[in-house]
């Protein structure tokens, strides 16, 4: 039997380098006997994509896992913290609209639904705030977290803000110079495959040629080797996620000390939305909009409105966006993560965690041998699939509840015939039952639960029919942790530093490491 030992990795941007260190640090062991080796290609001439600078909190259990510090995180990617995005003028447009998905669960979450009890209070409090407090943290920029916290932990749950450029030059230098991964700077230029189909190997214009058991696809849009090679089509959803252009641009900040926003802010307009993504140094903007329903000159206008004169001789990028996903991510001896996959708009920074959890699938399931990878390919085709479905209907949910009837695009978006029959079933049964943690979300990593559904339903004024029966069952447990919530905010609330301010700190001083 043909053993898997030789991984190769095509491309060096987050994906790749995600990949690389993920599945080199599982199979250090084997890396250190000399039985196992990952290989890095990446062309000296393309660059990378550089961008995608929001991140989900699993980012911190990756670095933790291939023994990145978090200090040394901060100080080298211009990283800051995020506990969740804030989502003004999706649902009436007016300047008051806003609603935060954080990145905490509501209180007591396993033992407790709180949605029908916060439904029953209608007290005038937001659902995100009744709760948990990380919505109150946002209002005020704090960090989740103190000086005197262990690395990687935290008071409340959290993520990173980071700069792209420098993210996958981090992680290349931890890849190689702590976990055994070989570096080739090489243009791949021809792809050798066997009678089968599978790769045998790649030859390079600078390197010679490369030989591998399993290849790994992190090549961007290009999707050289699943794309081009193994022709696996490529399944669009734009019918459901219209946006297909960004305008992107980095913004200075007027001086050093500004306020730092402790979370992604994404504000709606009127054929997309823009984000804002607060690191140390600077802003990222980016209007992303849907050029069937705004031309480019009418976007860039309102970015540059959104900016404001910062936006005086600023780089702007205009990017294409193919929203969709291959037919299958497992072909043969080759698997695609990254923009290779494929691509959803940014708008739950959805792309870093769906190529972290395949790098970590591939590094758990990795094939002993040639004879069992179509079995683990199966697996994994049928688990990512169900992954890509159900963060395009969580895509949706932001856009169909809409209210907005002032343009086009947010009239198409409210249609029912471009939203996906699983969310509108599920938006059916959720008129009487608020979405819960057994609800159709039950796999082992979902990367949107239930919560995250509960906090843009409500957030966004849609109301579930609460039935007093249902209430009496958990109404004393409930109001237990309400009353919770509104303690831990206030609590937190007065011990946590500024974002900004802890960052600093981290960044000169160092977290205590693990
Ligand atoms: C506008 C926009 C905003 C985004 N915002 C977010 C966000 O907030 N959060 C998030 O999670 N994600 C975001 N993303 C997605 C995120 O940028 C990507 O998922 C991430 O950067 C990974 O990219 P990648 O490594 O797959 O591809 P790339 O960065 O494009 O890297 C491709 C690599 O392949 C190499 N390559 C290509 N062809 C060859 C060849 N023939 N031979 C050798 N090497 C080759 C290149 O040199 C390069 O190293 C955003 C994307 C876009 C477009």
Same mark, same amino acid.
């Given at each position: 039997?043909?053993?898997?030992?030789?991984?190769?990795?095509?491309? $060096?941007?987050?994906?790749?380098?995600?990949?690389?260190? %993920?599945?080199?640090?599982?199979?250090?062991?084997?890396?250190?006997?000399?039985?196992?080796? !990952?290989?890095?290609?990446?062309? @000296?001439?393309?660059?990378?994509?550089?961008? $995608?600078? =929001?991140?989900?909190?699993?980012?911190?259990?990756?670095?933790?896992?291939?023994?990145?510090?978090?200090?040394?995180?901060?100080?080298?990617?211009?990283?800051?913290?995020?506990?969740?995005?804030?989502?003004?003028?999706?649902?009436? $447009?007016?300047?008051?609209?806003?609603?935060?998905?954080?990145?905490?669960?509501?209180?007591?979450?396993?033992?407790?639904?709180?949605?029908?009890?916060?439904?029953?209070?209608?007290?005038?409090?937001?659902?995100?705030?009744?709760?948990?407090?990380? &919505?109150?943290?946002?209002?005020?920029?704090?960090?989740?977290? %103190?000086?005197?916290?262990?690395?990687?932990?935290?008071?409340?749950?959290?993520?990173?803000?980071?700069?792209?450029?420098?993210?996958?030059?981090?992680?290349?230098?931890?890849?190689?110079?702590?976990? &055994?991964?070989?570096?080739?700077?090489?243009?791949?230029?021809? +792809?050798?495959?066997?009678?089968?189909?599978?790769?045998?190997?790649?030859?390079?214009?600078?390197?010679?040629?490369?030989? =591998?058991?399993?290849?790994?696809?992190?090549?961007?849009?290009?999707?050289? *080797?699943? &794309?081009?090679?193994?022709?696996?089509?490529?399944?669009?959803?734009?019918?459901?996620?219209?946006?297909?252009?960004?305008?992107? +641009?980095?913004?200075?900040?007027?001086?050093?000390?500004?306020?730092?926003?402790?979370?992604?802010?994404?504000?709606?307009?009127?054929?997309?939305?823009?984000?804002?993504?607060?690191? @140390?140094?600077?802003?990222?903007?980016?209007?992303?909009?849907?050029?069937?329903?705004?031309?480019?000159?009418?976007?860039?206008?309102?970015?540059?409105?959104?900016?404001?004169?910062?936006?005086?001789?600023?780089?702007?990028?205009?990017?294409?966006?193919?929203? &969709?996903?291959?037919?299958?991510?497992?072909?043969?001896?080759?698997?695609?993560?990254?923009?290779?996959?494929?691509?959803?708009?940014?708008?739950?920074?959805?792309?870093?965690?769906? $190529?972290?959890?395949?790098?970590?699938?591939?590094?758990?399931?990795?094939?002993?041998?040639?004879?069992?990878?179509?079995?683990?390919?199966?697996?994994?085709?049928? +688990?990512?699939?169900?992954?890509?479905?159900?963060?395009?209907?969580?895509?949706?949910?932001?856009?169909?509840?809409?209210?907005?009837?002032?343009?086009?695009?947010?009239?198409?978006?409210?249609?029912?015939?471009?939203?996906?029959?699983?969310?509108?079933?599920?938006?059916?049964?959720?008129?009487?039952?608020? @979405?819960?943690?057994?609800?159709?979300?039950?796999? *082992?990593?979902?990367?949107?639960?239930?919560?995250?559904?509960?906090?843009?339903?409500?957030?966004?004024?849609?109301?579930?029919? !609460?039935?007093?029966?249902? *209430?009496?069952?958990?109404?004393?447990?409930?109001?237990?942790?309400?009353?919770?919530?509104?303690?831990?905010?206030?609590?937190?609330?007065?011990?946590?530093?500024?974002?900004?301010?802890?960052?600093?700190?981290?960044?000169?001083?160092? *977290?205590?490491?693990?």
């Amino acid at each position: 039997m043909q053993p898997v030992k030789d991984i190769v990795i095509v491309g $060096g941007g987050t994906a790749g380098w995600l990949a690389a260190s %993920t599945i080199a640090a599982r199979h250090q062991g084997r890396i250190k006997a000399g039985q196992f080796s !990952v290989t890095l290609v990446e062309s @000296p001439s393309v660059a990378i994509i550089g961008v $995608g600078e =929001g991140t989900w909190p699993t980012i911190r259990t990756t670095l933790k896992k291939i023994g990145v510090s978090e200090t040394d995180f901060f100080r080298h990617c211009d990283g800051a913290f995020k506990q969740g995005g804030k989502f003004s003028r999706w649902t009436t $447009g007016a300047d008051d609209d806003f609603y935060y998905h954080p990145l905490v669960l509501p209180q007591g979450f396993h033992q407790v639904n709180l949605a029908p009890h916060w439904l029953a209070a209608n007290d005038g409090r937001s659902f995100c705030d009744a709760v948990c407090a990380q &919505g109150v943290l946002c209002d005020e920029g704090l960090a989740p977290k %103190t000086i005197t916290m262990a690395e990687y932990d935290g008071a409340a749950n959290y993520s990173y803000h980071l700069d792209a450029g420098k993210f996958a030059p981090f992680l290349q230098s931890h890849a190689t110079g702590k976990l &055994g991964v070989r570096h080739v700077l090489a243009d791949v230029i021809k +792809v050798n495959q066997l009678e089968n189909g599978d790769i045998s190997s790649l030859d390079t214009a600078q390197a010679g040629t490369i030989r =591998g058991d399993l290849f790994v696809d992190c090549t961007g849009f290009a999707a050289l *080797l699943i &794309g081009k090679t193994l022709e696996v089509g490529f399944k669009p959803c734009s019918d459901v996620l219209f946006c297909d252009t960004a305008l992107a +641009v980095q913004v200075p900040y007027d001086r050093p000390d500004a306020p730092m926003a402790s979370q992604t802010n994404a504000t709606a307009q009127k054929a997309g939305w823009i984000w804002d993504i607060a690191l @140390p140094t600077r802003r990222g903007i980016g209007h992303v909009f849907s050029s069937r329903h705004m031309s480019d000159d009418e976007a860039h206008s309102i970015l540059a409105a959104y900016v404001g004169p910062a936006i005086k001789d600023r780089n702007v990028r205009k990017i294409p966006i193919r929203s &969709g996903h291959r037919e299958i991510f497992w072909k043969k001896n080759v698997v695609a993560v990254g923009l290779a996959a494929g691509f959803l708009e940014p708008l739950e920074s959805s792309a870093i965690v769906l $190529g972290e959890l395949s790098s970590k699938l591939i590094a758990e399931q990795m094939p002993a041998n040639r004879e069992i990878m179509d079995i683990v390919a199966a697996n994994f085709n049928e +688990v990512t699939s169900y992954r890509w479905g159900r963060i395009i209907d969580f895509l949706k949910l932001h856009y169909c509840l809409t209210k907005r009837t002032d343009s086009q695009f947010w009239i198409d978006n409210a249609d029912p015939s471009t939203i996906p029959e699983r969310l509108q079933n599920l938006l059916k049964v959720w008129k009487y039952r608020s @979405p819960w943690f057994f609800d159709e979300f039950d796999r *082992l990593e979902e990367v949107f639960p239930a919560a995250s559904y509960q906090y843009v339903l409500y957030g966004m004024g849609f109301r579930t029919e !609460v039935d007093p029966y249902e *209430l009496a069952v958990d109404e004393k447990l409930a109001a237990q942790y309400m009353r919770q919530n509104i303690t831990s905010s206030f609590r937190m609330r007065s011990e946590l530093p500024k974002n900004r301010e802890l960052v600093d700190k981290i960044v000169t001083y160092g *977290l205590q490491p693990i």
